[in-house]
């Protein structure tokens, strides 16, 4: 239709106007040099130009230039727009896009969505390529970069941007980026360890901190309350296990000297205490007999003080407490007389020490030693007869006199220092305090007090006592309910040590629940801490039966301990021999055995518990494993024999597409599969192997059922034409034709037809229905046919026919029949 309009336009223009007057657009179109495949003569509109464009159109490769001119200068609009689609040069079809504007729409609107989806593709390539370039850049920094804030995130995301781009890298990028993602992965498992070192560190940390506390509170403790020889065994597994726990919390970690030097000293501290408790109960009863006595012997007393040597930091127990009373009380020497000249030698020796001593004190202007060196030497010179005291008088003035005047030069340098702790006393009595911390604070400024020597200002000193009792007298309330309440738990531990002792009287140590008793003894321990604070003295008698009692009860939970550890050791010992018993399966069904008789066995010690699970784990570890070898044994000869069946399949296969199929082949083919079935194969490759041999099996059979039933129709047809030869006749047929009670060659193919569903004549439809009707009656009375209509088969048809009937009674029709319907199968017979 378009070329139609174009002609006819041309037509009317032609007629209309001259050609030096003709339009444009026609000069145009006419004017146009030929494309391919026109010639000069073929210019003018007319049907045979048109075909030609056609028929170079029709060419599959037709340049670009040339499609392009056909896009703009095709007769038809079909070959136009033909041509639009076949262009893929985007120059040309920006080209044709410009000169089909307001001419051809259809090539217009083509080239142009054209042109829209190649930038489209050039945009996502490009967009691509800068996303790529992008990812390089962002991974190079990361794998650079010292900060590692969500450093492994920020690798994971680079990664996912990575796996969505790899297909369009480049192998410069993509050396570039899979470089640049190793280095990270390599320094995320750095910081990793890092965190796990740091981690390590700060646990052992811990732990040195948990055990310096510990050790400060058992040495406060100890401070506080006398320990009794009962206390003995506990501070020696104190001891043991501290220093064990310390040594594990500086292995490979770094340990500050002031850290070490104070673990060192409460050690040394709590060394000296264990001694000191040691050496008490070994002197307990030279203690016990000397405390017995109304008056003691001073030199027994102060000899066994010298032999236990009491360290000064630890409380003193009640009974060395009481022997000091005793040095202490005991009158002293009296003076020496006059005309004893050896000992006024003596004490004048002493006192000329002393006095240079005190001379050498006060050049260094030390105002409290040189009070009490004075206050020293005065005693020595009363100690003197008359004329020695009174050689040494004068020079005792004159240096009583150069303390005086120290105390008054530091009493001048003191008093603004002293006058400061009176206002820090007055501001802390008005102060709204802790009781505790308040006390804390007033005795520290005491001691500063103290420290400065005094004062001689008789007002300041009551000033600062004044302030002292006033700031101390909230704290009195404090103190006093603190009182009532170590009285408390004063009682509260009382009441402990009667339920212990009523436990350990009623308990059947024979049959007892010792995770009860275990717990008991944790509650009871728990319970006597959280009974803080206690009278020291009051609480020393709870203390000691306290201690009995729970040293009592952990003898027994210990005898359980060792009995259960000693049941778990040889579970551990009966795991290692597993590990090299055979076969595995028995080893692997004894260990879970024991695994589930672990956890019967009842309370450990913590610390062997974990050694010997280690241990038990570690053996069971490695039966385990042998299983797992055995698996990737049996998993690496499950895919060798996978392969070789694949191959034996084929070739099975293979066989069953043969035809005509071989016997002989086909049976050695069974034969391989089934063996081959039987190797360690996966159950899907048996399950190929048994269905495969199944059904060459199955082929096989069927290929011999013909042969057989091939010969059968070669005897009956033999047996027509009177050419059958007995003698070649299987020798069970006489017996077996016997079973067919049919003496009619008619009934007898009837009733093969029957027997195999072979449809029968027309002409024997009567006879057929009635041998049915008598196989129906004779199987329901189960008459003496019976066994004559359940042995109606094939062959035994076949054998009446070729050995009881007459000959002349058989007819080639009636043997056609039977060979046709030995043919076919019936699938119920």
Known sequence: MAAFFQNLFKKRS??????????????????????????????????????????????????????????????????????????????????????????????????????????????????????????????????????????????????????SLEGSASNEQKTRVLSALHTCRERIRELEQDRQEAQRHQDQKIQREETLALLQETLDSLAAEAPTSGALPSLDALQRTQENRWLEATRDTSVSRQEQKQYEDLMLTLRAAIDAVRRLAHHQGELEALMAQDAPPVDQVIALLDQLAWPARLARPEALHALSQVVRTQPSQPAAADNDTEAQEKAALKLEAALEQLEATLADNRLKESRQQLKQAQGLQRQLGGKLANRYRARLQRLAGQVRE???????????????????????????????????????????????????????????????????????AYFEARS???????????????????????????????????????????????????????????????????????????????????????????????????????????????????????????????????????????????????????????????QAAQAVLSGARALLDDQPINETIASEWIDKLEATARTPVSASIGKELRQTASQLTEVLRQHQTMAVMHQWQQWVEQRVQGTLSQEGLPGHWQELQATVAVSDPRELVVLCEILNGCPSPDDDQSLRMELQVRRLKEGFEGGPNQQGANSDTREAIVARWCLALPQDSLTPELATRLTQALETQNPDS
């Not at 049907?47 to 464009?53: E, F, V």
């Not at 038809?76 to 051809?104: F, P």
């Not at 350990?504 to 959280?530: F, H, N, P, Y």
Request: net charge negative; with cysteine; charged share 35%.
């Open 14 to 163: 032609t007629k209309a106007t001259r050609p030096d007057n003709s339009s444009k657009k026609d000069n145009t179109v006419q004017n146009s040099s030929p494309v391919d495949g026109e010639s000069a003569t073929s210019r003018s509109p007319g049907q045979p130009a048109i075909d030609t464009q056609r028929q170079t159109l029709a060419d599959t490769n037709v340049p670009q230039e040339t499609l392009a001119r056909l896009a703009t200068k095709g007769l038809a609009a079909d070959i136009r727009l033909e041509a639009a689609r076949r262009l893929t040069d985007e120059t040309l079809l920006q080209q044709v896009q410009k000169a089909s504007r307001g001419r051809d729409k259809g090539v217009y609107q083509h080239t142009r969505q054209v042109l829209q989806d190649i930038r489209r593709q050039q945009e996502d390539e490009q967009a691509t390529r800068d996303a790529l370039e992008q990812l390089a850049r962002d991974a190079e920094d990361l794998a650079k970069t010292g900060d590692t804030t969500l450093y492994e995130a920020r690798t994971q995301q680079l990664d996912k941007q990575w796996q």
């Open 484 to 642: 009532d309440l170590k009285k408390v738990h004063l009682q509260t531990r009382y009441n402990i040590c009667e339920e212990l002792a009523r436990y350990l009287e009623g308990t059947d140590w024979s049959q007892v629940d010792w995770q009860a008793a275990e717990q008991i003894e944790k509650t009871a321990r728990k319970e006597w801490r959280e009974a803080w604070p206690v009278d020291f003295r009051d609480n020393r008698k709870v203390q000691k039966e306290f201690d009995r009692l729970m040293n009592d009860l952990a003898s027994h939970l210990d005898e359980e301990r060792h009995r259960n550890e000693e049941f778990k050791q040889g579970i551990v010992d009966r795991a290692r021999e597993l590990t090299e018993h055979a076969p595995l399966s028995e080893a692997m069904d004894e260990a879970k055995a024991l695994q589930k008789q672990w956890q019967s066995i009842g309370i450990t010690r913590h610390r062997e518990d974990r050694k010997l699970w280690k241990a038990f784990r570690a053996a069971c570890d490695e039966i385990f494993a042998r299983r797992d070898e055995q698996r990737q044994r049996r998993e690496q000869e499950t895919s060798e024999s996978d």
């Open 406 to 476: 120290l105390g008054d030069w530091q009493g001048f340098a003191t008093e603004p220092k002293q006058v400061a702790l009176c206002e820090q006393m007055e501001y802390l009595a008005q102060q709204p305090m802790d009781p505790e911390a308040k006390a804390t604070r007033i005795q520290e400024l005491q001691q500063e007090w103290r420290d400065l020597g005094g004062s001689s200002n008789r007002e300041l000193w009551q000033r600062f006592r004044a302030a002292s009792e006033t700031a101390f007298e909230p704290c009195k």
